[in-house]
């Protein structure tokens, strides 16, 4: 596989989300918005480069017995600092998305790619799936987001499309079950069923 390759598979061939269907928990709980959907990839990709890069660099020091909670304790390093970071810097996101920031050290994703790739691979390797396999998810996420978000809100990283009409206080008419649960279910299918339709065109 060459390094283009290497990189794009993340984003099309191997999307975690709309190709593999890793990591739904997440995916459906924090994908409300678009703002959230971004924070939680981007927060995901930080921990997914780095914990590949760390386990690349010590994965001939960890013996077998210990190979899965050892990579479990180095993930939850990089979750630890994502948490401290976002709970400092972008309070309202930290709150909106909630626990699912600590569980992103069970996420299947991040403890796959460690087990698969970053501990029978070299560092470069494991950077490039990394970034790869994290920003595919975190593209996975902010399109659901954004979509959940105009239909559910009519709003786009919080801005007013002004494209629902008002009801008589003023406020637009939208399709609110979009927000919810079932709306996460419902856009995910449809985005997973195009998805399909367009790799086997």
């Given at each position: 596989m060459t390094l283009k390759d290497n990189f794009i598979k993340g984003f099309f061939k191997e999307n975690a989300v709309f190709v593999l269907l890793l990591g739904l928990c997440p995916t459906l709980a924090t994908s409300s918005s678009a703002i959230n959907g971004l924070g939680m990839g981007l927060a995901t990709t930080f921990v997914l480069v780095m914990s590949n890069i760390v386990i690349s660099l010590v994965k001939n020091q960890i013996p077998d017995k210990v190979r899965i909670p050892s990579f479990i304790v180095i993930i939850a390093s990089f979750v630890?600092?994502?948490?401290?970071?976002?709970?400092?810097?972008?309070?309202?996101?930290?709150?909106?998305?909630?626990?699912?920031?600590?569980?992103?050290?069970?996420?299947?994703?991040?403890?796959?790619?460690?087990?698969?790739?970053a501990s029978k691979n070299n560092i470069l390797d494991s950077l490039i799936d990394g970034v790869s396999m994290g920003l595919g998810f975190a593209m996975a996420l902010t399109i659901l987001g954004s979509i959940r978000e105009i239909l559910g809100a009519g709003t786009i990283f919080g801005i007013d499309l002004s494209i629902y009409p008002t009801d008589e206080k003023g406020a637009p008419v939208t399709m609110l079950m979009f927000i919810l649960a079932p709306g996460a279910f419902i856009v995910l299918g449809y985005l997973i069923a195009l998805i399909n339709k367009i790799r086997n065109v």
């Amino acid at each position: 596989m060459t390094l283009k390759d290497n990189f794009i598979k993340g984003f099309f061939k191997e999307n975690a989300v709309f190709v593999l269907l890793l990591g739904l928990c997440p995916t459906l709980a924090t994908s409300s918005s678009a703002i959230n959907g971004l924070g939680m990839g981007l927060a995901t990709t930080f921990v997914l480069v780095m914990s590949n890069i760390v386990i690349s660099l010590v994965k001939n020091q960890i013996p077998d017995k210990v190979r899965i909670p050892s990579f479990i304790v180095i993930i939850a390093s990089f979750v630890t600092v994502v948490d401290l970071v976002m709970s400092g810097f972008l309070p309202d996101l930290h709150s909106s998305l909630g626990l699912f920031i600590p569980l992103i050290v069970v996420n299947c994703i991040v403890l796959g790619r460690a087990e698969a790739f970053a501990s029978k691979n070299n560092i470069l390797d494991s950077l490039i799936d990394g970034v790869s396999m994290g920003l595919g998810f975190a593209m996975a996420l902010t399109i659901l987001g954004s979509i959940r978000e105009i239909l559910g809100a009519g709003t786009i990283f919080g801005i007013d499309l002004s494209i629902y009409p008002t009801d008589e206080k003023g406020a637009p008419v939208t399709m609110l079950m979009f927000i919810l649960a079932p709306g996460a279910f419902i856009v995910l299918g449809y985005l997973i069923a195009l998805i399909n339709k367009i790799r086997n065109v």
